[in-house]
C-alpha cells in the first residue's frame, strides 16, 4: 500500500513542468496584495548555480509550495489568527497530497525520499506564511514528531502512523514537555508501567502544538524505574484512546493560529508494540529529533525575517517624517542593512549545519548555535522593526506586530537559548564538573 501512495507523487514531483521549466527569477511572487513588492530573494540574489546546498530541484519544489501558500493559506491566516485556530486536517490534506510532508521521508512510506536538505528547503519555505502558528504546526508533523518514527519505528508502526501523517490524513503532536518538566527533559514524570503485552499511562504533558486536533502523540514517557536517560522510551499514542484527555486550549502571547493543549493521561492501555525503536532509547531519540527541530526553526524563520525587513523598507520609504522619508535617516537604513548582515550570518550558518548534517555528521554544536541565534535575532529584528514603523507597528494591522508576538517562542520553545547555551558550552569543553 504504501509503495501504491508514495509512487505516484513522487513522479508527480519529478514530472512537475517546473522541474522542466525553471525559472531562475523565484522571486516573481506576490505580496503585492499586502504591499510587499519585493520579497528575501530580491534582497538576496541567489543564483542556480552559485548557490550553496539548493540545486535548481530544491528551488522547484519551493516555488511549488510558495504556490499553495499563497492560494489556500495566506488567504485565511488572519481568520485563522483571530479564531485561535487553523484547520490543520484540511490544511495537511493540501500539503500531503503535494508530498509537502514527508520529502525527506522513505517513498516505501509515502514520502519523496528526498534528502534532509530538501526538508529546509520546505521550512525556508513556509516562512512566507504571514504569521508563526501555521508553519510550526506544520513543522512539528514533518521535523519534530516524525523524525524518530521514520528511523526507527517498526514496520506496522510506520504504516500505522507515519503514512497517514505524510499523506496528511493524520494530524501529529509532540509529547516532550511536562508542567513540572521543560528544559530539564530527564525529570519528565509521565509514566508508562509494562501489564502483559501492554503498557499503562498516567500523567501529562504541556504545552503540546497541535495538541486539541492530533490523531496521535509521540509521547516521551518513563517505561522503567532505571537512570533518567536510559527510562525513557518513544511511543505513538493514539489520542482517541479512553483516558486520554486534553484538559484545555492554552492562551498565548502568539502563535494564536497554532493551538496548544494540555493533555492528561488516566490509565491510558496502549499496545507495547507502539514503541518507537528499542525500549528505553526514548531520550537519545528524542535529543536526535531535536536536532532536526532545532534547524528546521533557524531555517524556518529566516524568510519572515527578510519579509519583514522588506515591508519595514517599503513602509518607512513612505512615510515621510520633519521632510522626508523616514528610511532617509541615516540610523534607520544602517539598522536595516545591519539586520539583514545578521540574517544572512544565520543563513549561513543553518546551510553550513544542513550540508554537514546531510553528510553524516554530528551537527549538535552547529544546530545548537543556529537555533540560538535564531530566536536572539528574532528578537531583536522585531523589536526594531516595530520601532521604525511607529504607532502604525504597534497595532494589529500589520505582519510586523505578529512578529513581535509570535518569534518570542523561538527564544522558549524546542530548547531555551539557556539550553543552547549549556550545549554549546559542553561541546567548548567548558562545563563545570557536578
Ligand atoms: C507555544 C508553545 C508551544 C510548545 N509546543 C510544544 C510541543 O509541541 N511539545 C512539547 O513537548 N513542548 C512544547 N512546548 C514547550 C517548550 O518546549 C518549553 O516551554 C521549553 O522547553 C522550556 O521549558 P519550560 O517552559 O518548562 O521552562 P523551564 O524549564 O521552567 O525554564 C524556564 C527558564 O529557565 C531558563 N533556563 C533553562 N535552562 C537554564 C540553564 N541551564 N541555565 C540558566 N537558565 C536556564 C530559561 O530562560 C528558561 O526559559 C511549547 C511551548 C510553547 C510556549
Given at each position: 500500500?504504501?509503495?501504491?501512495?508514495?509512487?505516484?507523487?513522487?513522479?508527480l514531483?519529478?514530472?512537475?513542468?517546473?522541474?522542466?521549466?525553471?525559472?531562475?527569477?523565484?522571486?516573481a511572487?506576490s505580496?503585492?496584495?499586502?504591499?510587499?513588492?519585493?520579497?528575501a530573494?530580491?534582497s538576496?540574489?541567489?543564483?542556480?548555480?552559485?548557490?550553496?546546498?539548493?540545486?535548481?530541484?530544491?528551488?522547484?519544489?519551493?516555488e511549488?509550495?510558495?504556490?499553495?501558500?499563497?492560494q489556500?493559506?495566506?488567504?485565511?491566516?488572519?481568520?485563522?489568527?483571530?479564531e485561535?485556530?487553523?484547520?490543520?486536517?484540511?490544511?495537511?490534506k493540501?500539503?500531503g497530497?503535494?508530498?509537502?510532508l514527508?520529502?525527506n521521508?522513505p517513498?516505501?512510506?509515502?514520502?519523496?525520499?528526498?534528502?534532509f536538505?530538501y526538508?529546509?528547503?520546505?521550512?525556508?519555505?513556509?516562512?512566507?506564511i504571514?504569521?508563526g502558528?501555521?508553519?510550526?504546526?506544520?513543522?512539528v508533523?514533518?521535523?519534530?514528531?516524525?523524525?524518530a518514527?521514520?528511523?526507527?519505528?517498526?514496520?506496522?508502526?510506520?504504516?500505522?502512523?507515519?503514512?497517514?501523517?505524510?499523506?496528511?490524513d493524520?494530524v501529529?503532536?509532540?509529547?516532550v514537555s511536562?508542567?513540572?518538566?521543560g528544559s530539564?527533559v530527564?525529570?519528565?514524570?509521565t509514566k508508562a508501567?509494562?501489564?502483559g503485552?501492554?503498557?499503562?499511562?498516567?500523567?501529562?504533558?504541556?504545552w503540546?502544538?497541535?495538541?486539541?486536533?492530533?490523531?496521535?502523540?509521540?509521547?516521551?514517557?518513563?517505561?522503567?524505574?532505571?537512570?533518567?536517560?536510559?527510562?525513557?522510551?518513544?511511543?505513538c499514542?493514539?489520542?482517541?484512546?479512553?483516558?486520554?484527555?486534553?484538559?484545555?486550549?492554552?492562551d498565548?502571547?502568539g502563535?494564536w493560529?497554532?493551538?496548544?493543549?494540555?493533555?492528561?493521561?488516566?490509565?491510558?492501555?496502549?499496545p507495547?508494540?507502539?514503541?518507537?525503536g528499542q525500549?528505553?532509547?526514548g531520550?537519545?531519540?528524542?535529543?536526535?529529533?531535536?536536532?532536526?527541530?532545532?534547524?528546521?526553526?533557524?531555517?524556518?524563520i529566516?524568510?519572515?525575517?527578510d519579509?519583514i525587513?522588506?515591508?519595514?523598507?517599503?513602509?518607512t520609504?513612505?512615510r515621510k517624517?520633519?521632510t522626508?522619508?523616514?528610511?532617509?535617516?541615516?540610523?534607520?537604513?544602517?539598522?536595516l542593512?545591519?539586520?539583514?548582515?545578521e540574517v544572512?550570518?544565520?543563513?549561513?550558518?543553518?546551510?553550513r549545519a544542513?550540508?554537514?548534517?546531510?553528510?553524516?555528521?554530528?551537527?549538535?554544536?552547529?544546530?545548537?548555535?543556529?537555533?540560538?541565534?535564531?530566536?536572539?535575532?528574532?528578537?531583536?529584528?522585531?523589536?526594531?522593526?516595530?520601532?521604525?514603523?511607529?504607532?502604525?507597528?504597534?497595532?494589529?494591522?500589520?505582519?510586523?506586530?505578529?512578529?513581535?508576538?509570535d518569534a518570542?517562542?523561538?527564544?522558549?520553545?524546542?530548547?531555551?537559548?539557556e539550553?543552547?547555551?549549556?550545549?554549546?558550552?559542553?561541546?567548548m569543553?567548558?562545563?563545570?564538573?557536578?
Amino acid at each position: 500500500m504504501a509503495l501504491v501512495r508514495g509512487a505516484p507523487r513522487v513522479s508527480l514531483l519529478a514530472n512537475r513542468s517546473i522541474f522542466n521549466q525553471f525559472r531562475p527569477c523565484v522571486a516573481a511572487r506576490s505580496f503585492s496584495d499586502k504591499g510587499l513588492a519585493k520579497t528575501a530573494a530580491n534582497s538576496a540574489p541567489e543564483t542556480m548555480t552559485g548557490h550553496l546546498i539548493y540545486t535548481q530541484e530544491h528551488l522547484a519544489l519551493k516555488e511549488s509550495l510558495r504556490k499553495i501558500i499563497d492560494q489556500e493559506i495566506n488567504p485565511h491566516v488572519d481568520q485563522w489568527e483571530a479564531e485561535g485556530e487553523f484547520p490543520a486536517h484540511k490544511v495537511f490534506k493540501v500539503l500531503g497530497n503535494a508530498g509537502f510532508l514527508g520529502v525527506n521521508k522513505p517513498v516505501e512510506y509515502g514520502g519523496l525520499g528526498l534528502d534532509f536538505s530538501y526538508s529546509m528547503a520546505v521550512a525556508e519555505e513556509l516562512g512566507n506564511i504571514r504569521c508563526g502558528g501555521v508553519p510550526m504546526a506544520i513543522g512539528v508533523q514533518t521535523d519534530m514528531t516524525t523524525p524518530a518514527l521514520a528511523r526507527f519505528g517498526s514496520h506496522e508502526l510506520k504504516t500505522e502512523f507515519l503514512i497517514p501523517s505524510i499523506m496528511g490524513d493524520k494530524v501529529a503532536c509532540l509529547g516532550v514537555s511536562e508542567v513540572g518538566a521543560g528544559s530539564d527533559v530527564s525529570s519528565i514524570k509521565t509514566k508508562a508501567v509494562k501489564k502483559g503485552d501492554e503498557y499503562v499511562i498516567n500523567g501529562g504533558k504541556m504545552w503540546t502544538t497541535n495538541g486539541t486536533q492530533a490523531d496521535w502523540m509521540c509521547l516521551l514517557a518513563n517505561t522503567s524505574d532505571g537512570p533518567p536517560h536510559r527510562n525513557k522510551s518513544l511511543i505513538c499514542l493514539p489520542m482517541n484512546l479512553p483516558g486520554v484527555h486534553v484538559a484545555r486550549k492554552i492562551d498565548k502571547l502568539g502563535m494564536w493560529s497554532s493551538d496548544t493543549a494540555e493533555v492528561y493521561f488516566d490509565d491510558v492501555h496502549v499496545p507495547c508494540k507502539n514503541v518507537i525503536g528499542q525500549e528505553g532509547m526514548g531520550f537519545t531519540y528524542q535529543m536526535l529529533q531535536f536536532q532536526e527541530e532545532r534547524l528546521w526553526a533557524a531555517t524556518n524563520i529566516l524568510v519572515m525575517m527578510d519579509n519583514i525587513i522588506q515591508e519595514t523598507i517599503q513602509y518607512t520609504r513612505q512615510r515621510k517624517i520633519f521632510t522626508q522619508p523616514v528610511l532617509h535617516h541615516q540610523s534607520v537604513y544602517f539598522r536595516l542593512a545591519e539586520l539583514q548582515t545578521e540574517v544572512e550570518l544565520l543563513r549561513s550558518l543553518a546551510y553550513r549545519a544542513i550540508a554537514l548534517y546531510i553528510k553524516g555528521n554530528d551537527v549538535t554544536k552547529l544546530a545548537s548555535m543556529a537555533k540560538l541565534k535564531a530566536g536572539r535575532l528574532a528578537r531583536e529584528l522585531s523589536d526594531s522593526c516595530l520601532q521604525f514603523w511607529g504607532g502604525m507597528g504597534f497595532t494589529s494591522d500589520v505582519l510586523v506586530s505578529r512578529f513581535y508576538r509570535d518569534a518570542r517562542l523561538i527564544s522558549i520553545g524546542g530548547g531555551a537559548d539557556e539550553v543552547m547555551l549549556e550545549i554549546i558550552s559542553k561541546y567548548m569543553e567548558m562545563l563545570p564538573r557536578k
